[in-house]
């Protein structure tokens, strides 16, 4: 019996010494092409301090849960909207919230406010870096039958 130790098997029926013998210098080039392209696409998805470069947006996190006002029940609204405008800071949190706008004025502002700076966010990483986001705005809007809002997606 032949000894194959240390040998691949070739398609012909013959063996290699290595297995990449049979690779040619166009496939061997691709080869490597493919290991760098996923070596780059692993080093941006990875957390800062990591190997490779990290650019990557906010996302939010934790959003919470709000209630429609009794107050605005007892008054008889069932549909109001509040426009938010805050920061996240480069440790995910909500920073400098306030009310752009809402209607009807003043009446749901306050669980707006509530809700929106409960949400926690990952930041966005630039150079593998956190950055702070500034000026995003989202609409809360309040339904009686269906409290319903935008949670914030990256642009």
């Known amino acids: 019996m032949t000894n194959l130790q240390g040998r691949e098997p070739r398609l012909s029926g013959g063996y290699y010494r290595n297995p990449y013998d049979c690779l040619n210098g166009a496939t061997i080039r691709f080869v490597r ?56 800071g480069v440790d995910g949190i909500v920073k400098n919230l306030s009310v752009v706008s809402s209607d009807p004025a003043d009446v749901f502002d306050a669980e707006a406010l509530r809700f929106v700076s409960e949400w926690r966010f990952r930041p966005a990483y630039q150079k593998g870096k956190p950055v702070a986001t500034e000026g995003l705005q989202s609409t809360i809007t309040f339904k009686l039958e269906d409290e319903d809002f935008d949670l914030p997606v990256p642009d």
């Open 33 to 88: 092409r493919v290991i760098l392209i996923a070596a780059l696409a692993i080093g941006s998805v990875l957390p800062s301090g990591c190997i490779g470069v990290s650019n990557q947006p906010w996302s939010l996190v934790q959003s919470g849960s709000y209630e429609f006002p009794q107050e605005a029940k007892d008054a008889g609204y069932t549909l109001g909207s509040v426009v938010v405008e805050y920061d996240i």
